[in-house]
């Protein structure tokens, strides 16, 4: 192993002794050894850390929980190799998962990250609700192969220069800090998305957890939009503002934009049953037409796990989508009220700035 091929495993943990043994064990099974493994509790109450000192890795454990952006700063910050692999500690790697990234990042030109996706089946079974977000989850993001996409921070490979480049992850951020961090990596990397490096995740598994996950993520999205807003008019170049950016709906999937007007215009006609009684007859065929939209994966769903499963997962992705929508709305008046402020402050600071002598 050369230098160059010498890669730090940065892993992230709260309250995840259910998978971190299993976890680990993948990391320490791969191809490709690591040179450093390091696991950061982030202030657990289970005995997660207690798991970890099972293995070789270096422990660190945070006196505070103060979220999965600062707990990957800190591993980042604690190791020393040239090349950083992110892994959440509710997945498992395939045996070949860091051999294949580092391969494609020495091999690609211009690659300054090699990001992964999720296996169709669960890491650990527990029902339904999670085999349909597992499932949808390897779906979306097979096909998002080749193309610049969100970043997974569950199984990524970065350059260490890339990273320090791009400022590390927002700490202020409890959700959405992998799509701000993807807004801030520099443009003349390639951002290399591909399924030659594949991990199981246990996912959320009650249908009501799902949804709520759902909410409050897509609240978090007109924020990162506003912000990624803000860098564009300041004038901000060489990265992926447009990632986030406002007029990021038009460079979706055709699939997804169906499904995001449907469920916005089902959500729309809600308040006003009232005074028009008959529209709930209109809500069913919205749902046809986000399940039209969604048919590829609904016909993976079907291969997967046979008729009845697709039958479920087609209704639980009409609430997946009404949820998202609903959440995108709820965080509307968060972006607003930020910008707002700062307006506020800024303007607040302008006679202050002018007294001052230099």
């Known amino acids: 192993m050369t230098r160059s091929d010498a890669v730090a495993v940065v892993v992230p ?46 422990l660190i454990t945070t006196p505070t929980n103060q979220g999965p952006a600062a707990a990957r ?20 790697l395939a045996p070949d998962a860091i051999e294949n990234a580092i391969h494609l990042l020495h091999h690609t030109p211009n690659a300054g990250m090699v990001q992964g996706i999720y296996a169709p089946h669960p890491l650990y079974d527990d ?6 977000r597992v499932a949808f989850e390897h779906h979306w993001r097979k096909r998002s192969v080749g193309r610049d996409t969100g970043v997974l921070l569950a199984a990524s490979l970065i350059r260490r220069t890339v ?7 927002d700490e202020r951020l409890r959700d959405g800090e992998d799509d701000e961090f993807g807004t801030r990596l520099p443009e003349r ?32 999205k007109p924020l990162l939009m506003l912000r990624t807003w803000q860098r564009q008019r300041a004038g901000a170049t060489g990265t992926r503002v447009g990632m986030m950016s406002p007029d990021r709906f038009r460079h979706l999937e055709w699939s997804a934009r169906v499904s995001l007007v449907a469920s916005g215009l089902a ?8 005074a028009v009684p008959w529209l709930p007859l209109t809500w069913p065929a919205f749902g046809v037409v986000i399940v039209a939209a969604n048919h590829r994966f609904l016909r993976f769903a ?10 479920f997962a087609a209704g639980l992705h009409l609430l997946a989508h ?27 600071s302008k006679p202050a700035q002018a007294g001052v002598r230099r």
């Open 322 to 348: 009404v949820t998202l929508v609903a959440g995108l709305g709820a965080g509307l008046p968060r972006a607003g009220y930020t910008l707002l402020r700062e307006r506020t402050r800024g303007a607040r």
């Open 73 to 92: 700063n800190t591993g980042a910050a604690a190791s020393t190799a040239p090349l950083l692999f992110f892994v959440d500690s509710d997945t498992a």
């Open 13 to 58: 943990n709260f309250n995840k002794a259910k998978t971190l043994r299993a976890c680990l064990d993948a990391i320490y099974a791969q191809t490709h050894q690591p040179t450093e493994v390091i696991v950061v509790d982030d202030h657990s109450t289970d005995n997660s850390p207690a798991i970890a000192r099972d293995f070789p890795c270096t």
């Open 267 to 274: 959500l729309l006609t809600a308040p006003l049953t009232v």
């Open 189 to 220: 990397y390639r951002l290399v998305a591909t399924d030659r490096v594949v991990t199981r995740h246990d996912d959320v598994d009650r249908l009501l957890p799902l949804l709520r996950e759902q909410f409050v993520r897509a609240s978090t």
């Open 302 to 311: 079907y291969r997967l796990r046979g008729a009845r499963f697709a039958v």
């Open 127 to 132: 029902g339904p609700v999670e085999a349909y």
């Open 163 to 169: 990273f320090t480049e791009a400022g590390g992850f």
